[in-house]
């Protein structure tokens, strides 16, 4: 048996959710078009009959503009510690630019640490919606950028699609193999240690950021605050007045629409109740960030 902890990280709306899931083979973490937007570390358990996988998947590196975000940054990298392999996701369709050589960077301080140092792993992500010049491009890119920091031979790429799995099962079985004997961390039957009450509060946060659009997505923040099942009780928090009736919509449309979306993903019978707060701004609150639990 082999096992061992993979750490996902990259620039914000690399693919890292999206990536996480496909090799899990189910979805663990929430996804979006818009960056910032997975919050926590989330885990997910790849069960192989010989191996098992836990990939960690994190909020995306980037400049930070607000408490929240500085939050984000600081429970990615923590996620970089303790870890087998880290896999650093950069995205085919975009120039490697500076923020990805911050995570580069961050990343290659835990691969120098010496005993225990995890693999490090560069993943292209997208290559379905990249032309082959812009993957090899992208690719010679980390290389150069990797090479003026550190000579590292044990550096592997990947060129990958999360979205249609190209080229995934070839990283899994690399994963697999560069893991250690060990025992597994989680029973067969568990995919993810991500408490019920969070997974509706992202379901609903997931839907959000769906539906909505402009500088919205950041200002919104879920939580369950009463679970007595089936009855759940689910807060969205926004930061102005002016944001509350976009989240719930022309005749309560939008909030009508993520409720059935959700209930649809819950097991049958859930009631949800969906309630929209005002916290005026709570990204920069502590003890707000605190309560919201990032
Ligand atoms: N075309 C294409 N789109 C992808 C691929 N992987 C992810 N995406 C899209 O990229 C966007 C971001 O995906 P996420 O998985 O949420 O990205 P992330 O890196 O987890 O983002 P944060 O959590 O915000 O840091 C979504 O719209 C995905 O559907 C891919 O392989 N190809
Ligand atoms: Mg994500």
Redesign the pocket.
């Known amino acids: 048996m082999r096992s061992g902890f993979v750490a996902v990280v990259?620039?914000?709306?690399?693919?890292?959710?999206?990536?996480v899931?496909k090799m899990v083979g189910t979805k663990v973490?929430?996804?979006?078009?818009?960056?910032?937007?997975?919050r926590h570390r989330i885990l997910g358990v790849l069960h192989q009959p010989e191996a098992q996988v836990v990939f960690v998947?994190?909020?995306?590196i980037h400049r930070p503009r607000s408490t929240l975000g500085a939050r984000l940054n600081e429970t990615a990298t923590s996620a970089l510690t303790d870890v087998d392999m880290i896999l650093v996701?950069v995205d085919a369709?975009a120039a490697v630019g500076p923020g990805d050589r911050t995570v580069l960077e961050r990343s290659l301080r835990e691969v120098q640490r010496g005993d225990e140092a995890p693999h490090l792993v560069v993943v292209v992500?997208?290559?379905?919606?990249a032309g082959g010049d812009q993957i090899l491009e992208r690719l010679v890119t980390v290389k150069a950028a990797l090479e003026a920091i550190v000579d590292l031979p044990t550096v592997e790429y990947f060129p990958?699609?999360?979205?249609?799995g190209q080229g995934v099962d070839a990283l899994t079985a690399h994963i697999v193999d560069s893991l250690d004997e060990g025992p597994p961390f989680f029973p067969s039957d568990v995919v993810t240690d991500t408490p019920e009450a969070l997974w509706v509060a992202e379901l609903v946060r997931e839907q959000l950021l769906a539906k909505t659009h402009d500088e919205l997505p950041h200002s919104i923040s879920c939580r369950v605050t009463e679970w007595e099942w089936p009855h759940i009780r689910c807060e969205i928090i926004v930061e102005r007045d002016s944001q509350k009736g976009i989240v719930i919509g022309k005749g309560g449309e939008i909030l009508k629409a993520v409720g059935i979306a959700v209930r649809e993903t819950l097991p049958e019978g859930a009631y949800l109740d969906l309630h929209v707060k005002v916290e005026k701004h709570w990204q920069d609150r502590d003890e707000m960030l605190n309560r919201l639990g990032y």
């Open positions: 990259g620039r914000p709306n690399v693919g890292k959710s999206t990536l899931n973490s929430i996804t979006s078009s818009r960056p910032n937007t997975t998947d994190t909020p995306g996701l369709t992500n997208k290559i379905d919606k990958v699609s999360a979205r249609s």
